[in-house]
């Protein structure tokens, strides 16, 4: 199974923009469905955006607007475009693949 790696995260002030990004050890191209979660400090884990191989995308109500997700299959890679963050978008973010994770990216944001 492939693996995953995170990166583009960051500090950034309030307003600002990050794209991350999620490049596969091997091809993406037969895994259908993708997706970013996130880990804001004191709380569980949870689901930022989903996109499917197809390219359907969901979003969680907290970044739905501010978020875009997409992938490239030639590149095996995974993004995560993300405008206007906010100090409560801190936290780490985790590209997942259903029975793979990534060991997650720090993105803090500054007011």
């Known amino acids: 199974q492939v693996q995953l790696v995170e990166s583009g995260g960051g500090l950034v002030q309030a307003g600002g923009s990050l794209r991350l990004s999620c490049l596969a050890s091997?091809?993406?191209?037969?895994?259908?469905?993708m997706a970013w979660y996130r880990q804001v400090p004191g709380k569980q884990r949870e689901w930022v955006a989903t996109i499917t191989s197809g390219g359907y995308t969901d979003y969680a109500d907290s970044l739905k607007g501010r978020c875009t997700i997409s992938r490239d299959n030639a590149k095996n890679t995974l993004y995560l475009q993300m405008n206007s963050l906010k100090p409560e978008d801190t936290g780490v973010y985790y590209c997942?693949?259903?029975?793979?994770w990534g060991q997650g990216t720090q993105v803090t944001v500054s007011s």
């Open positions: 091997g091809s993406i191209f037969s895994i259908n469905v």
């Open positions: 997942e693949t259903g029975t793979v």
